[in-house]
């Protein structure tokens, strides 16, 4: 076992240079739903590349038909030593509306936050450029420590987690030998709060769908066809008025086929976390749970299916006034699923439901935007206790086991393709607007965070050694 | 009664320097909305009033706050002959998007359409510079043949129809007693179809609003939050979509208070004139009525009252997907009023029924993008009856009685404020593209437009002396 507490202080030591080279990082737009910025995603890519290549790695960019892969190896702890896999993601959410930021969103610096702790501004500081570089911080500490890294690493960072993936499958079929390890730590995640780190052992899946109704062949005054023509904006309305009923359920046809009721013994432990809809809505200005009635907050968010409206375009929407109809309205459409619930059957569910919907004369178009089915990962791994216990160590409070609202598909796809179990830890935070503008990352998440992984990976050392 | 053969003959003789000045007009791009064509709008109207000057009217430009009037009198038909306000607008649209014009909108020219007739091309070649011409241009005729004008003619044209009138209603209050006549002409209306003119009888109104629902102070993540927080879209959605019953009937508190029946008659005449859904709507790409059940498509456009969405935005609306909850969705909504249907109370009932739906942790702003109420002109006028077989007596087939779907508010501000009825009589197609690119009036529309004010003059004045 390494004495760790030496690298620990390596890693004191070295939280300034840690933090500019994260700022490095965080200065490359590498947004990688937007095609104007494919070359900056390959450049944040490359970065990662020689920063690990610098840590003894034998790291490489790999191509694919959209934005590059990057990954590396360090085999120095031998073949007895457990083997990771470090998943993240390098590439960003674009940053609309750009008004809204208090500071640039690529030029990240320290703001000190309203509870007096420092906080790393910008895009991606968060989701997953902060969280993964401590990962790679740790590494470093190892090495700055004169230190062999405890287990055997695998790090693999993809740069098309915020626009679907769609490279990961195939680039996991080809590299399914390459890329196995014993469990694959996953950095996309948050602690239950800035005391109480956590792991999370669910996920929800998501279907993304985007749908456009087309009415006449072209925009129309509403004085002179108002009454008489159809309104796309009045279908595309409709539809979505009624994906949910009274109670806040999915009206969707099958939408509830696999979801499973939460084990009593789960639910009670959530209720120890005492969250309530008050401290969860209160922190973004609401109050009142929207979704299915009876169920508590947690429950709403981390063990029941959803369907909600990420996005709607049509017809006039500059300043002033335009007497329209217009031809054509879209619609972006998310699901959250939960248990075993089918990604493919609820996409056909929500298509043939919108297609009723829709009068003989318009049309209906519709675009995938991936899917995923949820995850439920075991509770009692000895990996997942012996993680537990290391972050227990570093946190003024124990470790929590919780369940996440988003998803992580490639959890999913570790499990599927590569038959392995993932641990999911991250450091981020609920307040960190990830996804929104001024998207932010403590500093205890990064510095406390960069510490755990020097803890984790000894723990995962030692217990193997012991056993 | 003047020998109107005469005139007419005159005006197919001066046909073509009657375009010449029409061209000249159709040059100055009088963009009203626009502050860079400020001095262009007051060219226009400069243009005009020595336009009617040469012609015998005691012409002169007016300042407002806004673009300038234009006022001329002619009073030579002496205290005994009928006296009518003729009104028409020397303002136009913007003609953006530019690269969809075939020919440069404000050079005018002359192109031989799909039908081998001749069309003016231009912007405001039909909106509202050809249509005033015609009447400028028939009261040249007159003059060119030698002869008095039969009625006492006042003229007003305004240069800020295209952006809303904001001077028109504080100038007819300050100069009611010079403005008021027996009757208004206002020319800013269509035909039937090419062979057969057209009065409108009655005129809907309008009520404009737009609404903001906010929920959270940010936007959220769909995963962390999705299921347990508002999303404005859903609230938006279900306001709009409970816009209708499932007869297309709105269901607003009070929404068909002051809507009357059509006379059967009316309906009858209506009939008659052969419109089908399938051709109104098949011009457009559209075959299924969209509005209330077992109404004709002239009714359900002339005579009934709608609820429109104009616009709507929300969310992430770009290329890709972000599963994002948004913290604000907007909508632009109209109604479309007939009879006596108050524009304020359905402004507040649409109000109510808004805020009905918004959950209590959220809020809605409104704000008003106009109100008119509609008009009904008596079809049992004398007046009426008079110029609709002056008009027969012209083209190919007679003249009709129709409805429009649109809006012209100053009909309105004439029955107020100065107690006038108006007569709505205008040579404009349904394809003429008015407010688009490509705007066109046909040469038909011209020419046998400005025959159509000769016989119209003629014919009021004998009517009176006949009395």
Redesign the interface.
Known sequence: MTDHSAVIAQADQGLEASLERLFELLRIPSIS??PAYKAECRKAAQWLVEELDSLGFEASLRDTPGHPMVVAHSTEAGEDAPHVLFYGHYDV??V?PLEEWTTPPFEPSIVTGADQTGNITGRGSADDKGQLMTFVEACRAYRAAGEKLPCRVTILFEGEEE??SPSLKPFLEAHAEELKADCALVCDT?MWDRETPAISTGL?G?V?E?IVIT????D????????????P??I???I?????DENGKVTLDGFYDGVEETPAEVLKMWEGLGQT?EK??GE?????????KGRS?LE??WA???A??????????GA???????AK????V?F?LVGKQDPDAIRESFRAYARSKV????SVEFQP??ASPAIQLPYDSPLLATAKEALSEEWPKPAVLIG????IPVVGDFQDMLGMDSLLIGFGL?DD??????EKYSMTSFHRGIRSWIRILAALAAKKAAA
Chains 1, 2 share one sequence.
């Open positions: 739903t937007d959410q674009p609309d626009s679907g948050n929800r998501r993304g985007e009415a006449a062949d072209r129309l005054h509403s004085g002179y066809f108002g009454g008489a023509a159809a309104n904006l009045h595309l309305s409709d979505l008025a009624g994906l949910h809809a969860f809505l973004v200005g609401l109050a009142v749970p929207s979704g299915e907050i709403q968010t029941r299916p959803t909600e409206v990420n996005g709607m375009i049509g017809g006039y929407t002033g006034f335009k007497t329209v109809i217009a309205a879209s619609a972006k998310s959250r009068p003989s004369d318009c935007h991936g996440m609202g988003g998803s609920s607007r990830i996804h929104s503008p001024n």
